[in-house]
């Protein structure tokens, strides 16, 4: 046992030796620190602009709303707060959809707003593939990193002849994989680890609180996949006739799992199932408001509703104002038409993410990005609980203001004002995230997807390498 | 037989001998691209009538609301002609020439020349704007509905297919030119049995441009028949022009794999390096241009932009909440008595002051976003890919220039709804039905290749310039060539 150790620790220490002394290493080592640079920069950037502009706007509509001086309550639902959306911290990492969602929805009385302010409505020409960023350098070039580095390990060994050589003198076949698989972990952590050692120092320096609860699982899970690219790259260089037919296969495994998966799965998904139009969605809308009963029918309807509930004969003796509570009746069947309509469109957007995600089963790269998103807080899941989270407070401060009109009995309802005193009670919209649990427990299966993938891969290399061909 | 006719021979003796060498991979990369061509064309036609049928229904939606109020003024005239009465001015607040000038008209903008090919970045944009009497800056565009996940994967389109997928397949049958036969010995085999090597080299390129002519021909019949199922026009200009750029592209990619293979590489190191290659063209310099600019020249938050708009609307409302009570302000439609055009003018002139509080605001972001995309325009030349990328989006009408265009000509219909207006409300005139029928409409002029010729000229010779040098440089390198050397790096 010792001396099987032995062997694939010498194994490994040659290999990096070679590495280290490889042009190639040295230029993609350059290359990638080049990169994983710029994306931690712009990353950091980023987050602290956002960070700075949303506490800053988040002060000054507080301010703004707490002194809008005397204004009729269901006026001042009218004008109507924003709900901003909270940076992640660790969506610096991995921005995943927030280029593509809202950054802010209007909540205003009788009806709920699409999200709006996308990033991605700037977005220049130069780039249609996916923007460089911690995440998309761990997710397309680590892959690919490896691919480079490993698919000539075995393979090359077997075309110069040394890997007959190697067998004879007394190494395994699974030491010599071992040694050669350690080399490719070691040669990773140096790229990697200073990466990860900068970006949390960054994070910290940001000011905010380091998300140790998701960001443990969210390295945890990259160490799985590039374990499995790792794996799978010697895997192939074992079994491929020679060096340049590995090079093929593994250049094709990483572009079907990094291009195409991505953009035929999703689009197939959208062909057999098309999202309504923007013009059909409210459409349908319109259609079920138009259907509601009209002021006076309505008034009619609450006011027997309220003789009914406080046993008096005539209005006048009501201890509520009539339109107010006319106006809060409305209110709640706005909210309810748009809520039955929105909850169809997100649940949809949801249940088609998590198709996607479980494509995740057979491509690594999709499990990894799902997981990723989840983890980092930007996927539409997050998005969904951030909407409702916002529209809930819609419904509650419209409902606030209007039921402040319905206890000013006796007054009518569109010429009575309110001051400061009451926008003070409206309480501010806090944002708070998902646990870092709920995140867990709902991601496992893609988590789940990275850890057979490497268990069958690890399981599959004795069967593997019993068959390897051992002389080109 | 001349000289030329003698030296062609031999050339086209060993692409026919090369082609039949390549038949068994050509098979399967032709089979390859006609799926992802069948795939991407299908996502193309999708994506096209997801966008028509929102155009479609916005249309019919404002025809619906012209007839109804058409009806409704109708209505009023009759009842005001029995009666005898003056048919204009008249109180009743839909008959209010602001009041059809405040709910506008939708200015759209239709799918571009070749939108069956090209994606773009059309599911970003506005493909909608409601023109009405308030400042263009406050004018609301509207996006169609798209998922953003697939706004994240991006489409899967054909001009994906031509800028990502089609290199990938050229280096597939031109990574080992000479490589591998220079490595078996094969080459030094061949070179004895007669012939120079410059024509086997030019035999062997000659029979790769016949497999990308060959590709190309068949993506131009896929489009054409996909357009013709989709029932859109073809430009055939446009496709004759994108055709020149995909070859000018794909002839780049051959001068690359030429110029590796007469650099004396292995075989495995020429792929792993066009592979690398066309992962930085792709990716690493656009993506990383595109982070480095955005922090360079940043825009100012979106979310600052929303704050600025609302302190804005905030200040104009208290100074204007003298003017009118609130309960007409938010319910002028309840307003039966009274709302003329006292209100309308007021609400123009609240409108005109928020769009002044906040035009440095605006004007800020848009010279952030036009510096960007200048320094863009030029940075795109760091990789071929971009500029081709860019050329295709512009050809198809699916880029930011045309977008930029809408802009502008929604600006002009802007002022033309305006002028069109503002003397009837002025003279508080009232609405007869037939107006509803005689207000400007928008018609989207489509931008004219002349127009897109200073970016596309460029563009175009850029491709070609690099392409010629990378094959002639490898033609050259090809001439000093030694068949039996040392072994290759």
Request: include cysteine.
């Amino acid at each position: 046992m010792a001396q099987t150790e032995a062997i694939w620790r010498i194994v490994a220490g040659q290999e990096l030796k070679m590495l280290w002394r490889s042009r190639r290493f040295k230029l993609l080592m350059l290359l990638s620190t080049l990169l994983f640079s710029l994306a931690m920069l712009t990353g950091w950037q980023h987050a602290r602009d956002y960070r700075e502009a949303y506490n800053s706007v988040m002060g000054r509509q507080n301010e703004m709303f707490e002194r809008q001086g005397e204004l009729n309550p269901h006026s001042a639902t009218h004008h109507g707060v924003y709900a901003f959306k909270p940076w992640s911290p660790l969506s610096s990492w991995d921005p995943g959809l927030l280029p593509y969602l809202g950054s802010a929805v209007m909540l205003e009385s009788h009806k709920q707003n699409f999200d709006r302010y996308r990033a991605a409505q700037d977005q220049l020409s130069l780039s249609r593939f996916s923007p460089v960023t911690l995440a998309t350098l761990f997710q397309y070039l680590v892959p690919l990193f490896v691919i480079l580095l490993a698919y000539s390990m075995i393979a090359e060994e077997r075309e110069n002849g040394t890997l007959k050589l190697l067998l004879v003198q007394g190494s395994s076949p699974l030491q010599l994989f071992y040694g050669k698989a350690a080399a490719l972990a070691i040669a990773l952590a140096i790229l990697v680890l200073p990466v990860l050692g900068l970006s949390l120092g960054l994070m910290a320096i940001g000011g905010g609180a380091i998300p140790w609860l998701r960001l443990v699982p969210f390295i945890g899970a990259y160490a799985l996949y590039w374990g499995i690219f790792i794996w799978l790259a010697l895997l192939v260089s074992a079994r491929s006739g020679s060096s340049r037919s590995a090079l093929l296969i593994l250049l094709g495994v990483w572009f079907i799992n990094a291009l195409i998966v991505p953009r035929v799965g999703l689009g197939w998904m959208q062909a057999q199932h098309p999202l309504p139009t923007a013009g059909e969605f409210q459409r349908e809308i319109a259609k079920e408001q138009d259907a509601l009963p009209d002021w006076d029918a309505r008034t009619e309807k609450v006011k027997a509703a309220l003789l009914k509930q406080y046993g008096v004969k005539d209005i006048k003796a009501l201890p509520v104002n009539l339109e107010g509570a006319v106006l809060q009746d409305n209110e709640a069947d706005d909210t309810r038409i748009y809520a039955e309509h929105f909850a169809r469109l997100y649940s949809r957007y949801r249940r088609d993410e998590e198709l996607y995600s479980q494509l995740g089963w057979l491509f690594p790269t999709v499990a990894i990005q799902s997981f990723s998103q989840a983890l980092a807080g930007s996927d539409y899941q997050h998005h969904a609980h951030f909407l409702s989270a916002a529209e809930q407070y819609r419904f509650d401060y419209v409902s606030f203001l209007n039921n402040s009109i319905t206890k000013a009995q006796g007054q009518d309802a569109f010429k009575y004002t309110a001051g400061n005193e009451l926008w003070k009670q409206v309480p501010d919209f806090h944002y708070n995230e998902p646990s870092a649990a709920d995140v867990l427990s709902r991601s496992a299966p893609s988590l789940a997807a990275l850890g057979l993938w490497l268990l069958l891969l690890v399981g599959a290399t004795p069967f593997v390498l019993k068959r390897m061909q051992v002389v080109s | 037989m001349s000289r030329s006719d003698s030296s062609l021979l031999p050339i086209l003796g060993v692409a026919r001998f090369e082609l039949r060498r390549l038949r068994s991979a050509l098979i399967w990369l032709t089979g390859l691209l006609l799926i992802f061509s069948a795939l991407a064309l299908y996502s193309g036609a999708i994506q096209l009538r997801h966008q028509s049928n929102n155009a479609h229904l916005i249309q019919v939606q404002e025809q619906e609301y012209r007839a109804k109020q058409s009806k409704r003024v109708a209505k009023r005239v009759k009842e005001l002609k029995a009666k005898g009465k003056a048919l204009s001015p008249d109180s009743k607040t839909y008959r209010n020439p602001a009041n059809l000038a405040q709910h506008g008209t939708p200015a759209i903008l239709p799918n571009g020349p070749l939108a069956v090919v090209s994606i773009g970045l059309s599911p970003l944009q506005a493909q909608s704007t409601q023109i009405t009497l308030a400042d263009p800056a406050l004018l609301e565009s509207q996006e169609n509905l798209q998922h953003p996940l697939q706004l994240w994967t991006g489409h899967f389109d054909l001009v994906f297919v031509l800028v990502y997928l089609l290199p990938l397949l050229l280096i597939a049958i031109s990574f080992d030119l000479t490589a591998g036969e220079q490595a078996s010995g094969n080459l030094k085999m061949l070179l004895v049995q007669g012939g120079g090597l410059q024509e086997l080299i030019l035999g062997k390129l000659t029979a790769r441009v016949a497999v990308l002519l060959g590709m190309l021909s068949l993506l131009s019949a896929m489009a054409w028949g996909a357009s013709l199922v989709v029932n859109q026009p073809f430009i055939w200009v446009r496709w004759g022009l994108l055709l020149l750029l995909s070859c000018c592209y794909g002839a780049f990619w051959l001068g690359l794999a030429s110029l590796l293979n007469a650099l004396r590489w292995r075989a495995a190191n020429i792929a792993a390096s066009l592979a690398a290659i066309w992962l930085l063209g792709v990716w690493v310099i656009p993506g990383s241009s595109q982070q480095a600019l955005q922090s360079l020249v940043p825009v100012p938050s979106r979310i600052s932009f929303v704050q600025s708009y609302r302190e804005a609307t905030e200040k104009v409302r208290q100074e204007s909440s003298q003017l009118l009570g609130k309960y007409m302000e938010d319910h002028p439609d309840l307003a039966a008595a009274g709302a003329d055009n006292e209100y309308a003018l007021l609400q123009l002139s609240k409108e005109q002051a928020i769009a002044e509080a906040i035009r440095p605001v605006v004007d800020t972001y848009q010279s952030q976003l036009d510096q960007q995309q200048r320094v863009a325009r030029w940075l795109q030349y760091l990789s071929p890919v971009t500029v081709f990328e860019s050329a295709l989006m512009q050809l198809a009408g699916s880029g930011p220039e045309r977008q930029q265009d809408y802009k502008i000509q929604v600006q002009s219909s802007h002022d033309q709804w305006q002028q069109y207006f503002m003397p009837a409300i002025k003279q508080n005139q009232s609405l007869m039905p037939e107006d509803f029928t005689h207000t400007p409409t928008f018609d989207y002029q489509e931008l004219r290749l002349r127009n897109l010729s200073s970016v596309l000229v460029p563009e175009t010779l850029f491709l070609a310039l690099l392409a010629a040098i990378l094959l002639g440089y490898s033609l050259k390198l090809y001439h000093r060539y030694q068949v039996i050397e040392s072994e290759p790096a």
